[in-house]
């Protein structure tokens, strides 16, 4: 993409960026972010226009609070797509990852290989190829002695070893143990998992509270899951039980009581 930059006194900047694949997002490199960033710290507003091959932008900033991203580092990462997650977001400086606060300051130095978003005080991070947990100032408070490890969802975070997914609590101690081959989070006291062929929803004790049938199963939302039976989708209840018939092509997670179908 190729972007121009008008600031307040009507000094005009041309720059290239570009834009991953199903992302909003425009990425710098480090000269042409600091020209932005320097732009956006004035007074007034910002004009950038934005011209590709199949689309054209033109809008107003009047600060630099949705441009977090423009700050000069290699790239501000979030596993949902929100960038600040806890008042931290997880950048990356070469090929290791820290933190910055959203004033842009590097909060936590870049020490680690891959890191993820606080959840619950907590953000799972990686060295040496084991995974961990640190706090908000930085403290490594779970070692890293996981093979693969998630975001905490209602105190309990799913965690991988010697192929098998189980789950911790905040203080790190195994509680379900490591005996599935599949997991989700937990939502509303509830998570779907999988041993072999087999799909089962358990309870935060790691109790099966109803086997499931189906291809394909998501997270629980709005106390509904999603469940592909022969090619069709329908929805669960978190008993297990159907509770819209399997007839569906696509489906969407239910939200504020709506699902898309089609």
Do not use: H
């Not at 209602?154 to 490591?178: F, M």
């Not at 790691?206 to 592909?228: P, T, W, Y």
Request: aromatic share 14%; glycine share 10%.
């Amino acid at each position: 993409y190729k972007v121009s930059l008008m600031d307040p006194q009507g000094a005009r900047y041309y720059l290239t960026a570009s834009m991953p694949s199903k992302s909003d997002m425009l990425r710098f490199n480090e000269a042409d972010s600091k020209t932005i960033v320097k732009a956006l710290c004035q007074n007034g507003l910002v004009r950038f226009s934005i011209q590709g091959d199949t689309s054209k932008y033109l809008f107003n900033i009047s600060d630099s609070s949705g441009f977090l991203s423009m700050i000069s580092y290699d790239s501000l990462l979030s596993t949902f797509g929100q960038g600040f997650s806890e008042g931290l977001a997880a950048v990356s400086k070469g090929f290791m990852y820290g933190y910055i606060d959203t004033t842009g300051e590097l909060v936590i130095p870049y020490e680690w290989d891959e890191a993820y978003d606080f959840s619950e005080g907590l953000a799972a991070v990686k060295k040496a190829d084991k995974w961990g947990y640190i706090d908000t100032t930085g403290i490594l408070v779970i070692p890293s002695v996981w093979d693969r490890a998630g975001d905490f969802s209602e105190g309990l975070a799913y965690v991988k070893q010697n192929g098998k997914w189980g789950y911790i609590d905040t203080s790190g101690k195994l509680v379900i143990p490591c005996e599935w081959t599949w997991m989700s989070d937990f939502r509303n006291g509830i998570a779907y998992v999988e041993k072999g062929n087999a799909q089962y929803i358990i309870d935060t004790a790691g109790k099966i509270v109803s086997s499931v049938e189906g291809s394909d199963i998501s997270s629980f939302n709005d106390g509904l899951a999603r469940v592909k039976q022969a090619g069709k989708w329908g929805y669960i209840d978190t008993t297990g039980k159907v509770v819209i018939p399997f007839e569906w092509s696509e489906t969407t997670l239910f939200s504020e009581g709506l699902a898309g179908v089609c």
